[in-house]
């Protein structure tokens, strides 16, 4: 009896419980920026937003001179006043190439606290935690290894060797005199002898028939160039047409420049190329930094280098952006604002380098850390149809759309 009664009682009571209207948590998605001494309960998903850092590759050349050994005459034969007597070094910039990529910002990231669906922690991040996007269709990737390669040699100067200094002998004769002693029958007579011997000819000599074989090619060069060998000088002999010609005109020039090196000497020019990087701040309309020191005798030096000139990087905004200017009002507190995922809105750049007040270099960039951190609306990701899509390599939203 006392069984059924109890029964009677619950009945209603479960019809009750049953007809009340359930409430499901609602989704809330929020980012929490992780800085020293943060608190945490629990585990979560983290991002981070990402910097700009500059690459810089510096190309230098560094021509080497060395004197011919017919230098000091090289005015006197030739007509070259300024000829180099001695090696000389010099050191010039010719091209310097700037890029960027994107790396992690140690000061921006962020810890993804949900409740409810859960449907904003469906993240999509990249390899090394930069966010890509919110609710994105699932796309395989296909693994990029990272390879790097490093190529050491020694750079040796081709040292100007001058095999051909002339094109006669290198000795000349030297007349010498020598006495023969014949005995007669009251005395001994003296009887003077010539002789011929082979001596080393003076550099002054050399020099002269060096310059001479130079006019020689010069003017046989001359004569093939104007026909005068097929008029005047040509014995019958069929000259060189079309390729020939051009193939005995091209010999006739390289010995005629290897002939002038011995007087103005050879140079060569090593290329070198030396890489920087530097990661702007971002904190005001402009900033500037010491790279290296440079100086024609030394090439690139440290930045403290007394005696060199030093090269800085400047980076400078002209605009202020519009969203430094809002102003927020007075926050609810029975209705918080809740901030979702932290975006950058990156602002262009104009990065110069600059060379004691020259400017070698000039071009906008857009740098992700010269702009400010905002929030995507907690709310707009309470839809799990709603998609966000990033920018990885500056952290700005690229596009939202509904799945």
């Known amino acids: 009896m006392k069984l059924r009664f109890l029964t009677c009682l619950l009945a209603p009571a479960l019809l009750l419980t049953g007809c009340l209207p359930f409430h499901e948590i609602p989704s809330k998605v929020t980012a929490r920026k992780v800085d020293a001494g943060i608190t945490i309960k629990d585990y979560a998903v983290y991002y981070s937003l990402p910097r700009t850092v500059i690459d810089l590759e510096v190309i230098v050349d560094k021509k080497i001179t060395r004197p011919g050994p017919f230098a000091a005459y090289a005015e006197r034969f030739l007509g070259l006043p300024g000829a180099p007597t001695r090696e000389t070094t010099v050191y010039s910039i010719s091209e310097i190439k700037i890029s960027s990529h994107a790396e992690r910002d140690p000061g921006q990231m962020y810890r993804m606290e949900t409740e409810g669906k859960n449907s904003g922690s469906c993240i999509s991040l990249t390899a090394d935690g930069l966010i890509r996007g919110i609710n994105l269709p699932v796309n395989p990737e296909v693994a990029v290894s990272q390879e790097a390669a490093q190529k050491l040699f020694e750079k040796q100067f081709d040292y100007p060797k001058y095999p051909d200094l002339t094109m006669r002998k290198h000795t000349e004769p030297l007349p010498d005199t020598i006495y023969r002693v014949v005995r007669t029958d009251t005395s001994f007579i003296r009887i003077p002898l010539l002789r011929k011997l082979e001596g080393q000819k003076s550099l002054l000599d050399q020099a002269e028939e060096a310059a001479e074989v130079l006019m020689k090619l010069r003017e046989g060069r001359f004569k093939l160039l104007n026909g005068e060998y097929a008029y005047v000088e040509n014995d019958g002999t069929r000259l ?86 809002v102003q927020w009002a007075d926050e609810d507190p029975k209705a918080p604002r809740l901030q979702g995922l932290a975006y950058r809105m990156p602002e262009k750049s104009r990065v110069e380098i600059k060379k004691s007040g020259e400017t070698l270099f000039a071009r906008e960039f857009l740098v992700a850390q010269c702009g400010r951190v905002d929030f995507v609306p907690e709310s707009l990701l309470k839809d799990g149809n709603i998609s966000i899509e990033f920018y990885p390599a500056y952290g700005s939203i690229k596009n939202i759309f509904r799945r």
Request: charged fraction near 25%; glycine fraction near 6%.
């Open 240 to 325: 060189p047409e079309n390729e020939s010609l051009e193939v005995v005109i091209r010999e006739l020039a390289a010995m005629e420049e290897a002939y002038v090196s011995l007087f103005a000497g050879r140079t060569q020019t090593e290329r070198e190329v030396v890489k920087f990087t530097y990661t702007p701040l971002g904190h005001s309309l402009s900033e500037s930094a010491i790279l290296f020191s440079f100086s024609p005798q030394g090439g690139i030096e440290a930045p403290e280098s007394g005696t060199a000139e030093r090269v800085v990087i400047e980076l400078s905004r002209n605009d202020v952006s519009a969203m430094d200017e």
